[in-house]
């Protein structure tokens, strides 16, 4: 043992400490006594008496608070019932008195390890608080809601137990009350406070029971001494068998079967009512699919007509060269364009152009384009051809000078001057009809011209 | 019969884990030991 005098380790057989010299007698027989206490809380706490154990435990540490064996038992049994403060407080105390080889620093550290698990004891806590409070307030269903919050986040806090048993009391709801003092006393057997609530929730009902109990008590206890006796049959009984059973085949015929058979008819009416919803039901969707079929094949004829339509179109083929002359051709004209006038040469770009199909452009300036380049260069080159036919016809080429005269009016059909020429090749080659025809062209499409009087004047002189 | 009212008065709030130190600090461990050792330092004191 420790010297409470001088705090040195001491013999326990001796009873005078052999530094300071002090007494130890008293000290041994009060150690003695704290931990015969310690023992008692330990046995309590085993049968899951917490109450009497505290008890023990807390005479133990008066007697002793260097009893670190039941200083720490203590905080466990704190723990147990909810108090997470007191038992982390007896824990703190017994580890000062002990720092060395104590189970105290065993259970600080798994309450301090799982900072989640002490936040909800806190928050359990906190809330209990708050049902109090809301308790004394006379607001009952906010505390009750609190304290079922309370008991999921610690379901060991006997004290929330009780004062939610209490409030059920107030309220009158006993079974609710009595499910949270028996749990309660699964925690602690022997609470003062839970075993007096318990008392007060059976005390009415055994009121009710009492009468019955004395009554069932006397009969039970007190029972007749009667002597060996053969029955006789009894013949009322018999009788009265058979008239209830009599009655109860008439109240049978009479009530039951009656009832039985409306249950029937009305079930009939109800099978019929409800096949002839179903019929109704039936032909309605018969109607619709009817309906359906129809718009489908009217739909289906209408796809088929599409169809021919869209068969019939014809998509021109995209023709990627198509412009290629057009271009072609201006850029010819381009280069003449740059040339000196005298020495410019349409011819060429004259061929392309006439020999363009135009019939599937689609482009409407590529369309502008080539008419002004036709505008711009036929005339010119169907006076080329018709100076090269004029000289032909002077050299009496006839034949070689009507393809350059034809060739002129072909680029040019109001070049009157190889119109006449033509004619007048005709009448040369005595080819009369075709003369006529090309002097009356002159005659009547140009009249206003300086070939017109020539024209008048040869056709007159033709043969009939 | 309860009576609701002194039964409420019983309860008393719990000590939350921020009061904790408060509460060892403020803790009375004077036991038997303790006041022995007073009784006699004082019987010691007044023989003299």
């Known amino acids: ?464 | 019969m309860i009576n609701f009212d002194e039964e409420i008065e019983k309860f008393q709030p719990s000590p939350e884990i921020e009061q904790a130190e408060d509460l060892i600090n403020n803790n009375d461990l004077t036991d038997i030991t303790d006041l022995i050792k007073m009784i006699l330092k004082d019987k010691d004191s007044n023989s003299f």
């Open chain 1, 1 to 464: 043992m420790v010297c409470p005098n001088c705090q040195s380790n001491v013999s326990d057989k001796r009873n005078r400490c052999e530094r300071c010299g002090h007494d130890l007698t008293i000290y041994k027989k009060i150690y003695r006594v704290s931990n015969l206490y310690y023992n008692i809380g330990l046995e309590k706490a085993k049968v899951r008496d917490l109450s009497g154990a505290i008890t023990a435990l807390r005479k133990s540490l008066e007697l002793n608070k260097r009893n670190t064996n039941a200083r720490n038992l203590l905080g466990l049994i704190y723990f147990e019932i909810g108090d997470t403060v007191a038992a982390l407080t007896e824990w703190v105390i017994s580890r000062h008195f002990k720092p060395d080889e104590n189970d105290a620093d065993k259970y600080i550290n798994a309450v301090q390890d799982n900072p989640t698990r002490l936040d909800a004891l806190n928050q359990a806590i906190k809330r209990y608080n708050n049902a109090l409070t809301f308790a004394r307030q006379g607001s009952e269903d906010l505390a009750i809601i609190q304290l079922k919050r309370v008991l999921q986040l610690n379901p060991h806090f006997i004290r929330a137990y009780q004062l939610l048993a209490l409030l059920y009391i107030k309220m009158g709801e006993t079974e609710k009350a009595k499910k949270c003092l028996l749990k309660a006393s699964r925690i602690d057997v022997s609470n003062t406070t839970t075993l007096k609530y318990m008392k007060e929730l059976e005390q009415q009902p055994a009121l009710v029971r009492e009468g019955a109990s004395v009554s069932a008590g006397d009969s039970s206890t007190v029972m007749p001494v009667s002597t060996y006796k053969e029955e006789k049959p009894n013949v009322m009984a018999f009788v009265n068998l058979i008239v209830g059973v009599i009655i109860g085949l008439a109240v049978t015929v009479i009530l039951i079967v009656p009832s039985i058979k409306r249950k029937n008819v009305a079930g009939n009416n109800q099978d019929y009512v409800d096949y002839n919803a179903g019929l109704a039901a039936l032909e309605e969707k018969d109607a619709a699919i009817a309906k359906l079929q129809e718009e489908n094949s009217d739909l289906q004829q209408k796809i088929n007509e599409l169809q021919a339509e869209l068969d019939s179109i014809e998509i021109p083929e995209e023709n990627p060269n198509l412009y290629d002359t057009l271009f072609q051709a201006s850029s010819l004209y381009m280069d003449e364009l740059s040339k000196r006038e005298r020495d410019r040469d349409y011819t060429q770009i004259a061929q392309i152009l006439r020999t363009t199909d135009t019939s599937q452009y689609e482009s409407e300036e590529a369309m502008q384009l080539i008419n002004r380049l036709k505008q711009e260069i036929f005339p010119l080159v169907s006076e080329e051809h018709y100076e090269k036919g004029y000289k032909l016809y002077s050299e009496y080429k006839y034949e070689e000078a009507l393809d350059e005269l034809f060739l002129a009016y072909d680029y040019d059909p109001t070049n009157v001057d190889a119109i006449y020429f033509i004619a007048r090749t005709y009448h040369r080659l005595e080819d009369y009809e075709s003369a006529r025809t090309y002097y009356e062209i002159v005659i009547n499409n140009f009249p206003d011209s300086r070939r017109y009087q020539n024209a008048v004047s040869y056709l007159s002189r033709l043969p009939e």
